[in-house]
């Protein structure tokens, strides 16, 4: 880059950590993201730094082929291009997700995500059919005859292919843990559900130990509540009209790294939905339950284990009532289907948004209680700072949604 053209480029700092800060160089090119590393003080500075494109890849929008859409992709999805475009719908068309335990917010998921056009969707549940599974799961055929031997996931493949014979449905076997990095490296989305909470963990680890961007998920349904965990790494996408076009960078925790922060550093209002959370799958872990094994029977145990955490987090125990916990102990893992289709269908329109780069993607937890209709997006991060957002010529912050 000459001096000329540093002086007519504008360097705009996005983010800064203390060793790895984020800046972008605006110029009559369009936006160029420069990534150094540097312990100085550089808010409000210009800096000159040497471009390097071979950084780029991982941290900005998912990484999708470029192939474009057939003339048959073109037709049947003309209606949703009307609504998101072309570049969105050759990307949902060419991406690859996986879904792993499938219960009734994953079904709702796995329905609106296959309408919508996706390019294949891999399932692995390997539990067979029980009442349970069975009474929110409106992909298993209600005759049992057809069952003979399959499992979940193998029924619910069946009649997910005939939602839309365009998708590509695949099933996976095996012990979710026993998959390695390269496995999840073939998806561009992985979703988790009705797991533990180190499988969650575990699952999420792999996938940010890729070179390739992989959105990650968990989502889980308890009785009246529900809740989505969202990780995009760092992440790019874009907002607002064609000649009015704002790019927007978020940096997400990993789903370790957000239930570890401290609860008194936490924003203030936190959903005490959270927390409660939180507490059950402890617990569940702890005890070797698998996710919803729990009843009103283990309350005195749970209360315990709730004083134990608000002691570590000095916290008072007030902040986790006992009404909230006793209902989600009573729900055990029974999921209601209201609540299972308003979480799957949030769901489906996030990853939507962050396969097409379009559109403010959900950050980091999403928190819904049918006992007040209310759904909440809470920030869980290291640092409450604003969100940034830089387009030609300017920067404007908004504040977090909370």
């Not at 550093?265 to 617990?283: A, C, D, H, M, N």
């Not at 125990?317 to 949030?346: H, N």
Request: hydrophobic content about 40%; overall charge negative; charged content about 25%.
């Amino acid at each position: 880059m000459s001096e000329q053209e540093y002086q007519s480029s504008q360097v705009v700092i996005i983010q800064k950590t203390a060793a790895i800060p984020i800046c972008f160089q605006v110029n009559a090119d369009g936006l160029k993201m420069l990534l150094y590393n540097t312990h100085e003080e550089i808010s409000g500075k210009r800096h000159l730094v040497p471009w390097n494109s071979h950084l780029i890849p991982k941290f900005l929008r998912l990484k999708i082929d470029d192939e474009e859409l057939t003339e048959q992709e073109t037709a049947v999805y003309d209606r949703q291009i009307r609504v998101w475009g072309v570049d969105a719908q050759r990307r949902l068309s060419k991406s690859h997700i996986l879904v792993s335990g499938i219960k009734g917010t994953i079904v709702e998921f796995c329905k609106n995500i296959v309408l919508a056009g996706v390019g294949s969707l891999t399932v692995h549940d390997d539990r067979m059919v029980t009442e349970e599974l069975w009474s929110a799961n409106f992909l298993i055929p209600p005759d049992e005859n057809v069952y003979s031997g399959k499992s979940i996931a193998e029924l619910c493949c069946d009649s997910l292919k005939n939602f839309n014979p365009m998708v590509r449905v695949f099933v996976e076997k095996g012990d979710l843990l026993s998959f390695d990095v390269d496995f999840f490296g073939k998806f561009d989305v992985v979703i988790v559900s009705s797991c533990s909470l180190s499988t969650k963990i575990s699952v999420n680890e792999k996938c940010r130990r890729l070179s390739k961007q992989i959105a990650f998920y968990t989502v889980d349904c308890r009785g009246s509540c529900g809740e989505i965990f969202v990780d995009l790494q760092n992440y790019i996408y874009s907002k607002g009209k064609a000649d009015e076009k704002v790019e927007c960078l978020l940096e997400y925790l990993s789903f370790e790294e957000a239930i570890s922060i401290p609860w008194r550093s936490l924003p203030r209002g936190l959903s005490k939905l959270y927390l409660v959370l939180r507490v059950i799958e402890q617990f569940e872990e702890i005890q070797g339950r698998t996710p919803g094994e729990i009843s009103t029977a283990d309350f005195l145990n749970v209360q315990k284990l709730r004083k134990e955490l608000c002691q570590i987090h000095l916290m008072n125990e007030s902040e986790i009532p006992d009404s909230l916990l006793q209902r989600l102990l009573a729900g055990g893992a029974r999921e209601s289907s209201p609540v299972c289709a308003i979480i799957g269908g949030i769901l489906g329109q996030e990853v939507i948004k962050a396969i097409s780069g379009k559109g403010d993607p959900l950050k980091n937890f999403f928190l819904f209680d049918a006992m007040d209709g209310k759904g909440i997006i809470q920030d869980i991060s290291k640092v409450q700072a604003p969100k940034t957002e830089f387009g030609l010529g300017s920067v404007e912050r908004v504040e977090n949604i909370v």
